[in-house]
């Protein structure tokens, strides 16, 4: 039992050496090697999300649909939000929503939607105005009313950026698998959530979605971005883990309902409270789902 222990341990830090040695600091010749990989881990690398098994809808026994708030300004949800200043830090550390605004805009995440049900695509290019603010002074209007051309320094430009993200939503699916005997839950769909940029300096700005991606068309780049671990800096968390893992802490705003899928505000109205205490109840329905198969 011994050896089988020791064994194990052997082979996991032999599997930690190569998942997350990548960073290469140790081996650096020099400060432009770092983040690259040896010859050595580039031909054992085998290091890819793990695929989504298929399940047949006749092993589904019960499921229901759940869209959550993941609030940022939590301690917890700090490896989703930072870091917001990427001009002192190495590449290899980077937000979730710079990572998805990046990958959207060289093309790498093709398809991005307007609402949680993926009925209506946009390009980015659509998205220019939602994310983006161009306004101009009053010295610049004098300048076009006088048919002179605006001077760029009287023109303001004003871009979402991570720092102005304060929350996350996702569109998840809790099903039981009967044929594995479990619980289990499929992320479908994330949208960083924003201040309306045209009102973004006011004091209590609307929130609002500015996209929704499909979770599968994301899994790839999301498990190649790696974010802080603050208990073990040589084992970092990718960002397809802590999303999947559940590495987070959230708040259910809506659940399929034969209302339309109207959200929790809708019939519990100015009660934070009570709103707070819904979303447990739904949740606390979910996992004693799973605990009442096995009541005998």
């Keep these: 039992m011994n050896l089988k222990n020791l064994v194990l341990t052997v082979l996991g830090l032999v599997v930690c050496h190569l998942s997350y040695g990548q960073a290469n600091v140790l081996n650096a010749s020099e400060p432009a090697d ?115 051309q605006v001077d760029p320094q009287y023109i303001n430009r004003r871009d979402i950026t991570s720092a102005d993200i304060a929350e996350y939503k996702i569109r998840g699916y809790w099903y039981f698998d009967k044929r594995q005997g479990e619980l289990r839950y499929r992320l479908l ?34 498990h190649n971005t790696s974010s802080f671990n603050r208990r073990n800096t040589s084992m970092p968390f990718t960002l397809d883990h802590i999303l999947n893992a559940r590495r987070f802490n959230s708040i259910i705003y809506k659940e399929d309902n034969e209302q339309g899928d109207r959200e929790i505000k809708d019939y519990i109205v100015d009660n934070a409270l009570m709103q707070l205490l819904e979303s447990e109840r739904i949740k606390e329905s979910i996992r004693n789902f799973e605990l009442d198969m096995w009541s005998y």
């Excluded at 695929?51 to 940022?72: C, F, M, N, P, S």
């Excluded at 973004?200 to 929704?212: K, N, Q, T, Y």
């Design 34 to 148: 770092i983040g690259k990989k040896t010859q050595e881990q580039i031909l054992y690398d085998n290091d890819h999300p793990l695929e989504y098994g298929y399940v047949d809808k006749r092993d589904v026994l019960w499921a229901k649909t759940t869209w959550e708030t993941i609030d940022l300004d939590e301690r917890i949800n700090f490896p989703l939000y930072y870091p917001i200043d990427t001009n002192n830090i190495g590449a290899n550390r980077r937000s979730l929503y710079d990572v998805l605004v990046t990958n959207i805009r060289n093309g790498k995440v093709k398809n991005i939607y307007s609402d949680s049900y993926f009925t209506e695509t946009r390009t980015f290019e659509d998205l220019q105005s939602t994310m983006s603010k161009i306004d101009t002074t009053d010295l610049g209007y004098e300048q076009y009313n006088a048919g002179e």
């Design 189 to 222: 769909g994330l949208a960083p959530v924003a201040p309306d940029v045209n009102f973004i300096d006011d004091d209590e700005p609307d929130m609002v979605a500015l996209f929704w991606v499909w979770y599968p068309d994301v899994r790839e780049i999301l």
